[in-house]
């Protein structure tokens, strides 16, 4: 079974940065790309970045300039680097595994974490 462990998340003021985490885990052959999506109350669920296992890199139009993904993947793990904070990045910052293929299973599948909390304010 493949888990997503988001880490990073919290309160920071605008213009303020945090840094999230997402470690995947369990019998990981591969992994195509990994990302971050966000949902604040009400909105659906949005892009915030996406790397694939070659460090091709895809952001929001909100965020470009001010966050950066990044990958180890000898880790599994993907980060995701946000500065210059704003009211309106405050929202669940959810990581995704796209195409995991497991030692289990060589079908490809998409995982989520269970997301984690960022609020922007003063």
């Known amino acids: 079974q493949v888990q997503l462990v988001e880490s990073g998340g919290g309160l920071v003021q605008p213009g303020g940065s945090l840094r999230l985490s997402c470690a995947a885990s369990?019998?990981?052959?591969?992994?195509?790309?990994m990302g971050w999506y966000r949902q604040a109350p009400g909105e659906q669920r949005e892009l915030v970045a996406t790397?694939?296992?070659?460090?091709?890199?895809n952001y929001g139009d909100s965020v470009k300039g001010r966050f950066t993904i990044s990958r180890d993947n000898a880790k599994n793990t993907v980060y995701l680097q946000m500065n210059s904070l704003k009211p309106e990045d405050t929202a669940v910052y959810y990581c995704?595994?796209?195409?995991?293929?497991?030692?289990?299973?060589?079908?490809?599948?998409?995982?989520w974490g269970q997301g984690t909390q960022v609020t922007v304010s003063s």
């Open positions: 995704n595994a796209n195409g995991v293929v497991t030692l289990a299973s060589i079908r490809p599948s998409d995982y």
């Open positions: 369990g019998n990981i052959f591969s992994i195509n790309a």
């Open positions: 790397i694939t296992s070659v460090d091709n890199t």
